[in-house]
């Protein structure tokens, strides 16, 4: 391990100003070091990193001293601090995701600004996935079970982030929270954007804000997706109605489009030959459903509408259980996906 670390430390430290770039995009390159508050992004001047020096021993480069509390460490330690990692083997993970990265050729100026991505963007929302770690053991399996949302199938496309940023509608001043993270992709699987559900510390439910979830990227015609859809798809608004969907019906591939509009433009693959769509019981809900359907129908594409019995799947589950959901699930599915997907798939967790 001793040795794995040591040599992903002088990987990094060959390429720090990229490294500080991506970690501490807080911070700002000022002569031959990178500043910032501390390994935790704050914005601040009291850290200093060094970008050039010996890969090894006094001055190298990547290694960095905290004026305030006396810190040091090396890129690994900005990883695990930045990222809010605790395990080594988690650390190692992301240093290797973020070496094979392609790199972009900086360009030297007297002083140059800090690379900026504008808030918002599809790259902003790759970054924030790329900085996210995997759900198992996190407070969003705390969440989603919560949701009784167990077991959990395929849901690689949601991660966790322990410090993400939210800011106030009424523009006070930013805070960070843990958050559940969720890929938006489009049909070549290409992230085009990400979803944010805040949580509550211990992931006993969404985050008491006025608005716990935000989606930032290019969602229009894409999707959060459980699954590669090959000739059948189910497709509905939110990632907690598409979940329950799927621990009944664990084997289907589902999209989750994010809201009623995006619903009804949600990109289907050529390869979709029958659409479920589930729609939430309002006004928006049935709205979507019919046009996506009117869509889908036009392409050749046989449709089958799925109905909860209260405002949505999720609300179905957590009020009668996952027999109750599958048994009422099976007589809205064509009987050759009964065998096909109805049933008590093992669980796998993202």
Known sequence: MARDAAEL?????RDAEAVC???????????????????RNTPGRSMFVRLKGPEAGRGAAGHWTDAATAEHGDLLDVIRESCGLTSFGDVAEEARRFLSLPRVDLVPTIN?????????SPEAARRLIAMAQPIRGTPVETYLVSRCIMPIHGAGALRYHPRCYYRPDDGGPAERRPAMIASVTDLQGRITGAHRTWLAPDGSAKAAVPTPRRAMGNLLGHAVRFGAAEDVLAVGEGIET??????????????AALSASHL??????P???????????????TRAAATQAELATSAGIEVL???????????????????DLRAAIRPQIAPEDVDRFLGRGSSTTG
């Open 9 to 13: 430390s002088r990987r990094l430290a």
């Open 21 to 39: 770039r991506h970690y501490l995009p807080n911070g700002r390159r000022q002569g031959q070091y990178w500043t910032v508050g501390d390994a």
């Open 112 to 120: 140059p600004a800090p690379a900026r991505t504008a808030m918002g």
């Open 242 to 255: 598409m979940l329950s969907l799927r621990a009944a019906l664990p084997g289907m591939p589902m999209a």
């Open 264 to 269: 009804a433009a949600l990109r289907l693959s």
């Open 271 to 285: 390869s979709v030959r029958r659409l479920y769509i589930a729609r939430d019981v309002d006004a928006a809900g």
């Open 305 to 323: 509408t799925l109905s909860p019995r209260h405002g949505d799947f999720n609300d179905d589950l957590t009020a009668h259980g996952l027999d």
